[in-house]
T-cell receptor, first 111, second 117 residues
């Protein structure tokens, strides 16, 4: 599975949009981009995933560049409860695809 | 949404004893379950992958005789840390992949914190 690169940490003001970047320049054509987050001392929580089209759900939006070498997770109105470590993972979407976690981005939402 | 539970949520044991951690998918059947370990301030590290009714596949560097995994049914997997030592103290997290899920959705349990004295 392709490797991802994320900033170590980011700050965001409460109520503002949080934009979390991820580079995955070696992504293959059949690999999906997944985003999970982990709030302190809890299990990871699924946020969103996509292949090449932009995706939106009740939690976030995922913007994937046309060449698929990078993506951005957008939390439109960050709250204090969004403070967590956010992981960007690329994975082949088949039965054998494992989720391999990188270091992630520690997002701190501040009042 | 799909729920994965773990039991116990935390455990403290003496060095040399064995500890069993259960992982259950509560409202779906899981073709595959995964076990991760997480040390403080670090990311999750995949330990092993288990499929129902077959032997687990361990990641490189993970001792299969120390971390015994049993996946007896489509809703239950267990991880037994044998002869635990203080360096095995960690946060253990399981994950279950939904059987028949369109996108091979994978859901995580809340984790089990193991402290070995």
């Amino acid at each position: 599975d392709a490797k991802t690169t994320q900033p170590t940490s980011m700050d965001c003001a409460e109520g503002r949009a949080a934009n979390l970047p991820c580079n995955h320049s070696t992504i293959s054509g059949n690999e999906y981009v997944y985003w999970y987050r982990q709030i302190h001392s809890q299990g990871p929580q699924y946020i969103i995933h996509g292949l090449k089209n932009n995706e939106t759900n009740e939690m976030a939006s995922l913007i994937i560049t046309e060449d698929r070498k990078s993506s951005t997770l957008i939390l439109p109105h960050a709250t204090l409860r969004d403070t967590a470590v956010y992981y960007c993972i690329v994975r082949v979407n088949n039965q054998g695809g494992k989720l391999i976690f990188g270091q992630g981005t520690e997002l701190s939402v501040k009042p | 949404g799909a729920v994965v539970s773990q039991h116990p949520s935390w455990v403290i044991c003496k060095s040399g004893t064995s500890v069993k951690i259960e992982c259950r998918s509560l409202d779906f059947q899981a073709t595959t379950m995964f076990w991760y370990r997480q040390f403080p301030k670090q990311s999750l590290m995949l330990m092993a992958t288990s499929n129902e009714g077959s032997k687990a596949t361990y990641e490189q560097g993970v001792e299969k005789d120390k971390f015994l995994i049993n996946h007896a049914s489509l809703t239950l997997s267990t991880l037994t840390v044998t002869s635990a030592h203080p360096e095995d103290s960690s946060f253990y997290i399981c994950s279950a992949r939904m059987r028949g899920g369109l996108y091979n959705e994978q859901f995580f349990g809340p984790g089990t914190r193991l402290t070995v004295l």
